[in-house]
């Protein structure tokens, strides 16, 4: 099947790739936007994260004709305190690969029968299954209600309770769809989709690592780089969106008599004013599209 990457021409030019440039791909996934920015280097370098050893493994394979790439197991959370040195771009295309959806071992999806896991790490210990089964119904619904902004939050949290054991992803569908008044049922969608998205954020840390790495990429980037990131839901453009704002932003105390030269200046600006999102094109070919935004940001000094 063709390997489809959100956005793709639209990120590249956001990222602006210098040929003598280093980068780093906080997501390598199966390598499509890695592939991109290699085939842009000339004698630059490419720093490739992924929590996922599969993934590294495949795009190891994928892009074997590269030397330039350097590939690290490890959260891009870390990525300021990883590297040792500066950088002129950061690309970061967020949550879950197709083939981590669709491999149903690894408990990503509402769709396929698998074991409760959810890790992109295979080698982190906590999995869907253990917050499934051991968190407190209070604890459960913060999860439900914070990160899967789940309205029925704890109609769902007290069936996960009464329901246990729950090994299997179609055992908490089932449990799930229990819960739903038939009025929620009726209704377009999966009815599981907030509370499988919940538990998947819970388990990876998604909108810590994603906060970690907005509070320190700035450490590592050098004047003129540029960070570009794909969100795919509203938790994690907000604060992808908060964080580009506050950098490209300046507030001057209007009381103060500043010379021309002397006015204080942002540290970064916005490339795009709004978020981008997907052509009509790439909707119709990909449906993960569907929920894409682009924002990027330029360090400017
Ligand atoms: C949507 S896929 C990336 C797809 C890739 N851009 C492509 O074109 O093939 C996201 C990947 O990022 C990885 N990932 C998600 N959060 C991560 C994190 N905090 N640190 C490192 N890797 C992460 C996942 O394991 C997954 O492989």
């Known amino acids: 099947m063709k390997h489809f990457s959100v956005m ?18 906080g997501t390598l996934g199966r390598g499509g936007h890695s592939l991109a920015i290699l085939q842009r280097l000339k004698n630059g370098h490419l720093y490739a994260f992924d929590l996922d050893e599969t993934a590294i493994k495949e795009s190891k394979e994928r892009l074997k004709a590269y030397t330039n790439i350097t590939y690290i197991h490890h959260n891009f959370k ?20 197709s083939p981590q959806f669709d491999e149903a071992q690894r408990g990503f999806s509402y769709r396929f029968d698998g074991p409760l896991d959810m890790r992109m790490d295979q080698s982190q210990t906590l999995t869907a299954h ?21 309205p029925n939050a704890g109609r769902i949290a007290r069936a996960i309770v009464e329901n246990r054991p729950i090994d299997t992803t179609l055992k908490l569908v089932e449990v799930i769809k229990n819960a739903l008044p038939a009025k929620v049922l ?38 003129g780089g540029r960070v570009v990131i794909l969100t795919f839901h509203s938790l994690e453009d907000r604060l992808v969106k908060q964080s ?21 200046q942002a540290a970064y600006r916005l490339i795009n004013t709004k978020a981008v999102i997907s052509s009509q094109e790439e909707l119709a070919l990909n449906h993960r599209s569907l929920s894409a935004k682009l924002r990027a940001i330029e360090k400017l000094r």
Do not use: W
Request: charged share 30%; net charge negative; proline share 4%.
């Open 78 to 97: 870390d990525m300021a305190a990883i590297l040792k040195e500066k950088v002129d771009g950061i690309i970061l295309d967020l949550g879950v690969s």
């Open 130 to 150: 253990e917050i499934v089964n051991t968190y407190e119904e209070d604890a459960l619904f913060k999860i439900l209600h914070n990160y899967g902004e789940e």
């Open 186 to 223: 009726a209704k377009k969608g999966h009815p599981c989709k907030q509370s499988f998205q919940a538990l998947r954020i819970a388990v990876n840390g998604e909108l810590e690592a994603l906060q970690n790495f907005l509070d320190t990429f700035d450490n590592i980037l050098k004047p």
């Open 8 to 25: 793709l021409e639209e990120s590249m030019a956001a990222l602006d790739v210098k040929a003598e440039g280093v980068y780093v791909d």
């Open 244 to 264: 580009f704002k506050k950098l490209s932003t300046v507030n001057i105390d209007k009381h103060i008599p500043y010379l021309p030269d002397a006015i204080p």
